[in-house]
């Protein structure tokens, strides 16, 4: 397999959320993308198999399993496609469901590209859940938000939404790893959204990934679609919208994610984000 190296949500490839790329593999199993990924080594490996009709049939695997969705992958994805088959429109097949992505050369020749995630979903916490995942955070109740309550979000791939009352107390990420992987695998989440608001429509975010084996992850797609139909659903942000939400700079990969809210519960989240090749 040719193996892409691409980093999401930056054009800088110090920056973003560095993925692995293979846009044809065709033929290979389980075992084969599973070892790739580990090789590999980043939060996450994309693996595409071309369709007869033009789109693409796509998993995604993390260094220790499977996930159905991943967003920083599929921008890195969609770009590396427009790199060798040139900017338009692309339909991936996930396991989490049809993802539309558009391609586009920006301004300054870069290019830029759009998914629009499946249908999102909200759910309420359990107490004790809640509970569990504060103690594994280190945060207490009072480090919560209350305008931004926490809830499960879902686009694609299922994420608890916690908000910092402050911007220090996201900064500030020092959690039980063995912990906080325990209960993630036990409820299915695939990563945690740790958000500050700065303002009505810009977000600061950190992401947990114990269940893929990363501390975290510093560009996320799938839970910024995910985050992008949890404030919808609970009518905290006036729609259409667009948000932008920063990611990585805590951890020296600074990323810029852009959500597009639309109108309408069952419309999908669209993300737009660059993506550079690296060595």
């Keep these: 397999m040719d193996i892409l190296r691409y980093v999401a ?3 800088d490839p110090l920056g973003g959320n560095p993925a692995g790329v293979v846009l044809d593999a065709t ?14 080594g980043y939060s996450e490996t994309a693996f595409a198999v071309p369709r007869a009709d033009g ?8 260094p220790q399993n499977e996930v159905p969705f991943c967003g920083h992958a599929t921008i890195a994805t969609a770009v590396a496609h427009a790199h060798r088959h ?16 558009t391609t586009a050369t920006g301004p300054d020749g870069a290019v830029v590209a759009t998914l629009v ?3 999102p979903r909200n759910e309420k916490i359990d107490d004790a859940d809640l509970a569990e995942l504060l ?5 207490s109740a009072a480090d919560l938000d209350p305008d931004l309550p926490p809830r499960v979000a879902y686009a ?8 910092a009352a402050t911007r220090a107390r996201l900064a500030d990420l020092a959690y039980d790893m063995a912990a906080l992987g325990d209960l993630m695998a036990r409820r299915d989440w695939t990563t945690v959204v ?3 608001r700065e303002s009505d429509t810009v977000f600061h975010a950190r992401n947990p990934f114990p269940p893929g084996g990363v501390v975290e992850d510093p560009a996320t797609g799938a839970a910024a679609a995910a985050f992008g139909g949890y404030l919808r659903a609970l009518g905290l942000v006036d729609t259409p919208a667009s948000l932008t939400i920063h990611q990585g700079v805590d951890m020296g990969r600074t990323s810029l994610l852009t959500v597009g809210v639309p109108t309408g519960e069952s419309s999908g989240i669209e993300v737009t984000g660059t993506a550079v090749q690296i060595g």
């Design 156 to 163: 694609g791939a299922r994420h608890p939404v916690i908000a």
């Design 117 to 119: 995630s499946v249908p």
């Design 194 to 196: 740790l958000v500050h």
């Design 86 to 101: 040139g900017v338009g429109e692309l339909l991936l097949h996930t396991k989490a469901g049809p993802v539309p992505v």
């Design 9 to 11: 949500f930056s054009t």
């Design 27 to 40: 033929g290979a199993d389980d075992a084969t993308m599973a070892a790739t990924a580990a090789e590999v």
């Design 55 to 62: 789109a693409l049939d796509i998993r995604y695997f993390s």
């Design 135 to 139: 103690d594994a955070l280190h945060w």
